[in-house]
């Protein structure tokens, strides 16, 4: 009897971290970039009674008698499938198509996203909502280079009428006789394995052990997704799903 309550209990358990799980997704239904994640359970050690036995001469083999005692949460799994565009306007916000995560520098630490509400701010550096600063090249530098922190306070000097962001990521700037020049470029890094990413808060992302080293470089290079400026990517939450998961982590939490 006591055994069957603490089997129960760590259901129990395990339904908790199911629902936490399930109102995160939910919560972060209109949040941008963000990535859903899920729940995997297994059964935690059985309690072996009696153990198998072989045939030995006109006896047949028995099986093993054992007893479980309950379930664990085996680990969570993100779902980086992409999310819908949503249309802003705002020429220094970028989505991308495909594969990859921007790169911004918090306060000297290295991390990943794939957020692209970026704006300038006072000093012309490229930042999330936050005061992160996204990275990548100054012109006239390029890949492999170590990217660094883009900062287009030339945009605010006068000697431009306006710029651009293509799909490669680069930030293309016109002058009044309509000449183009080149300030940035934009870095994306790819992971081995991005399910070994580790959320930070704030929209990002920090590599870990499991998730293989950072391979940066340009937008559009090797699976490297292409930009589309003036929109951000919207949450991949399945609303319909994470609410059917709801009831089911409900009822086994209930039972």
């Known amino acids: 009897m006591l055994r069957s309550l603490f089997?129960?209990?760590?259901g129990l358990g395990a339904h908790q971290q199911m629902l936490d799980v399930t109102a995160n997704n939910v919560a972060n239904v209109n949040t941008t970039g963000y990535k859903s994640s899920h729940t995997v359970f297994e059964d935690t050690l059985s309690q072996t009674l009696t153990g198998a036995g072989g045939p030995t001469g006109g006896v047949g083999g028995t099986n093993a008698q054992q007893v479980g005692l309950g379930v664990k949460l085996a680990g969570t799994q993100l779902n980086f499938t992409q999310g819908a565009s949503q249309a802003t306007g705002v020429t220094s916000n970028m989505l991308i198509n495909g594969d990859g995560f921007f790169m911004i520098d918090k306060g000297g630490q290295q991390l990943f996203t794939r957020a692209g509400n970026f704006t300038l701010d006072s000093a012309g550096n490229l930042v999330t909502p936050d005061g992160s600063m996204a990275m990548g090249w100054m012109s006239p530098a390029t890949p492999p280079a170590a990217p660094t922190?883009?900062?287009?306070?030339?945009?605010?000097?006068?000697?431009?009428?306006?710029?651009?962001?293509?799909?490669a990521g680069n930030v293309n700037a016109v002058d009044s006789a309509g000449v183009t020049?080149?300030?940035?470029?934009?870095?994306?890094?790819?992971?081995?394995?991005?399910?070994?990413?580790?959320?930070v808060g704030d929209s990002a992302y920090a590599a870990s052990a499991n998730s293989?080293?950072?391979?940066?470089?340009?937008?559009k290079s090797g699976s490297r997704g292409s930009i589309s400026s003036g929109y951000v990517e919207m949450s991949n939450v399945d609303l319909s799903q994470e609410l059917t998961n709801l009831i089911i982590s409900e009822r086994g939490f209930q039972a």
């Open 7 to 10: 089997t129960g209990i760590a």
């Open 181 to 199: 020049t080149k300030l940035a470029q934009v870095a994306l890094a790819t992971f081995t394995n991005p399910n070994g990413l580790q959320k």
């Open 149 to 167: 922190d883009v900062n287009l306070a030339a945009l605010n000097s006068g000697t431009y009428v306006s710029w651009s962001i293509d799909s």
């Open 212 to 219: 293989g080293t950072a391979a940066v470089g340009a937008p």
